[in-house]
């Protein structure tokens, strides 16, 4: 799907690069604003995890550290704060020599609703 077939390659190109740069800081302002409202919901900066927006913009990721879960209500109250949906939990399970498991990576997966 084109645009404007009338656009010039160098016109295309310019217009590209603002639109990754405004996409790039749309990412970073988002992330930032996350992660403020899960360390402002648990008041506790020891809460340890990454988040991110995977490139198709249909997900948000959180791979969570510790604690090893989020608890229902902050799950609930993210998602009527960012209108998406709660899609799943995915943990790693770890297990030693011995036969003793523990629990690895926690991964959070939200969609984005259009």
């Not at 988002?30 to 403020?36: G, N, Y």
């Not at 550290?65 to 109250?77: A, G, I, L, Q, T």
């Not at 949906?85 to 030693?96: A, N, P």
């Amino acid at each position: 799907m084109r645009l404007n077939k009338d656009y010039s390659g160098a016109e295309l190109l310019r217009m590209y690069r603002e639109s990754e740069i405004n996409s790039f800081l749309y990412k970073h302002d988002l992330t930032d604003e996350i992660e403020e409202f899960t360390h402002g919901f648990y008041d506790d900066y020891n809460v340890t995890f990454d988040v991110f927006l995977n490139d198709s913009g249909k997900y948000i990721v959180f791979h969570l550290y510790n604690p090893k879960e989020f608890s229902d209500e902050f799950v609930d109250r993210f998602c009527e704060k960012y209108k998406v949906t709660f899609e799943g939990v995915t943990r790693e399970i770890h297990e030693d020599y011995e036969g003793n498991k523990s629990i690895g990576l926690v991964t959070y997966l939200f969609e984005i609703i259009k």
